[in-house]
């Protein structure tokens, strides 16, 4: 107006755009989610691995000011939910194990929940340091654009022992000076 034009007018309503947040089980097996749009409801599935920050288009779903007017788009973006139990890098599923001090020295087999629900057994190897990585291969999230599949790595976290007996500091003592002695 101000320039001598004559005003545009709308050929659609406004896009919106909203957040969707998912569990990583979601994340994980994909699934399908019900969404209010403009219209009404619809279901969006969502692929298994889908990435944070995806954002679908649906089209013509937005939300409708004007009824003289289609209305316009409406833009999903994925977030990920906290998780207490499991992460997500890039495919990579990310969790943490406790072990036993003594189990981290000599190594052991433990149980681990899988955030598919499954329990998969896992060798820990005789020396294991704190903080260092276990991977599990192919048993991370699939890349929905490409079907690779990450992996899972597992942290180990070395609890100390609470209480040792007399009996208990006396061979700890003696493995201590055999090291010596063979060093």
């Known amino acids: 107006d101000i320039f001598g034009g004559r005003p545009q007018r709308r ?10 947040a998912l569990s990583l089980e979601d994340v994980y097996t994909g699934s399908t989610q019900r969404i209010n749009v403009g219209t009404g409801q619809i279901d969006l599935k969502i692929p298994a691995g889908v ?12 939300p409708q000011q ?7 788009d409406l833009f999903v973006r994925i977030r990920y939910q906290p998780h207490r139990e499991f992460g997500k890098n890039g495919n990579d599923l990310l969790g943490i194990v406790e072990i ?14 899988h955030i598919s629900g499954r329990t998969l057994a896992v060798d820990i190897p005789p020396l294991s340091p704190i903080g260092s990585r276990l991977k599990l291969r192919g048993e991370g999230f699939t890349d929905p654009r490409t079907s690779i599949v990450g992996d899972f790595l597992l942290q180990i976290n070395v609890e100390p022992p609470e209480q040792l007996s007399h009996e208990h500091i006396e061979l700890i003592r003696r493995i201590k000076q055999e090291r010596r002695r063979n060093n």
Request: without cysteine.
């Open 51 to 62: 990435h944070e920050a995806t954002r679908f288009t649906l089209h013509g779903k937005g």
């Open 100 to 113: 036993d001090y003594f189990d981290a020295l000599i190594g052991t087999t433990i149980q681990v929940r």
């Open 11 to 20: 050929s659609q309503n406004f896009d919106a755009q909203t957040d969707l």
């Open 66 to 72: 004007d009824t003289t007017l289609p209305p316009g």
